[in-house]
Nanobody, 129 residues
Framework: QVQLVESGGGLLQAGDSLRLCCAG?????????VGWFRQAPGKDGEFVAA????????YYTDSAKGRFTISRDNAKNMVYLRMNSLKPEDTAVYYC??????????????????????WGQGTQVTVSS
């Protein structure tokens, strides 16, 4: 498994922007789908965004569309989540998760967290009104 390390969280105000980083350690991320999930206190984990192994395709939850952008730089073994126009409801611990992509495209589920093989420890994002 690849080890993932999230960073970039912080305390912000509504309307602020932030970039989260997910660094791969021990293995290259180039053969993995990477997804961002978040979990707010008292709530189940929620899919936020995902990106295909090549970066050609991206996926977003409805609340993130138009505000968040997931990207990756395989040369740097990094995946990013740019978050604009942050809202208090974005407050959560954000996790990046990796899903092995060495399978047919039809076998990949970008949205289901239980299909991801590796995950980091999370980074806290707090947005005040």
């Amino acid at each position: 498994q690849v080890q993932l390390v999230e960073s970039g969280g912080g305390l912000l105000q509504a309307g602020d922007s932030l970039r989260l980083c997910c660094a791969g350690r021990g293995r290259t991320l180039s053969n993995y789908v990477v997804g961002w999930f978040r979990q707010a206190p008292g709530k189940d984990g929620e899919f936020v965004a995902a990106i295909s192994w090549s970066g050609s395709n991206t996926y977003y939850t409805d609340s993130a569309k138009g505000r968040f952008t997931i990207s990756r730089d395989n040369a740097k073994n990094m995946v990013y989540l740019r978050m604009n126009s942050l809202k208090p409801e974005d407050t959560a611990v954000y996790y990046c998760d990796a899903q092995w992509a060495g399978v047919p495209d039809s076998a990949i589920d970008y949205y289901a967290r239980n299909r991801y093989d590796c995950w980091g420890q999370g980074t806290q994002v707090t947005v005040s009104s």
